[in-house]
């Protein structure tokens, strides 16, 4: 984690939603979110169905702790208007992404992960979707900056090159740029 004040940083880009209520905060994405697990894990623990099957043997996850808040992450998964709060059996938790996504590919658990991280996998055939007839939330993605920082101009040109770089590869959201 970056300070962006102590740490003199001019931004941030942070997904999840913004604790920092002092912060500048632009939406520029929505990131989507998949339901992953690897070919071994599923020979071994079967493939579930349904998303509370992560909940009980036996099944497991990779959690993922979030370093601003030490939790792990907790999926909101709906279909229709059923909405659920997904508390998976972890076999491991990390707080790296790339330790994350092998621990997936390894077979330790199921896995929630960014589409775009997930899609060379899922090609590779060393991840398979899950319970595809559910949706993750989208993760929020944030650039961030100190209220009295100035906005110099390359500084709006950093963002909105964020902007133009993430509409290439996500589902953006309509993003106002900061001219």
């Known amino acids: 984690m970056v300070d962006l004040v102590d740490e003199n940083v001019d931004c941030v880009i942070r997904g999840g939603e913004?604790?920092?209520?002092?912060?500048?905060a632009r939406h520029?994405?929505?990131l989507p979110l998949g339901l992953y697990a690897a070919p071994?894990?599923?020979?071994e623990s079967g493939v579930p169905v349904?998303?509370?099957e992560l909940e009980a043997f036996p099944h497991r996850t990779v959690g993922f702790l979030w370093a601003r808040t030490?939790?792990?992450y907790s999926p909101v998964m709906h279909r229709g208007d059923k909405r659920l709060t997904i508390q998976g059996r972890c076999a491991l938790v990390v707080d790296d992404g790339n330790a994350y996504i092998s621990a997936g590919v390894a077979g330790l658990g199921a896995l929630w992960l960014p589409t775009y991280m997930a899609r060379s996998h899922v090609e590779r055939g060393d991840l398979v979707p899950l319970c595809e007839d559910w949706r993750l939330e989208p993760m929020p993605m944030y650039l961030a900056?100190?209220?009295?920082?100035?906005?110099?101009?390359k500084l709006r040109v950093f963002i909105d090159w964020v902007i133009e770089l993430m509409a290439q590869h996500m589902l953006v959201s309509s993003v106002p740029s900061l001219r």
């Open 50 to 52: 349904h998303p509370r």
């Open 28 to 30: 520029v994405a929505d």
């Open 70 to 72: 030490r939790r792990v």
């Open 145 to 153: 900056f100190p209220p009295n920082r100035h906005v110099s101009a």
């Open 40 to 43: 071994a894990y599923l020979a």
């Open 18 to 24: 913004i604790a920092n209520q002092s912060l500048v």
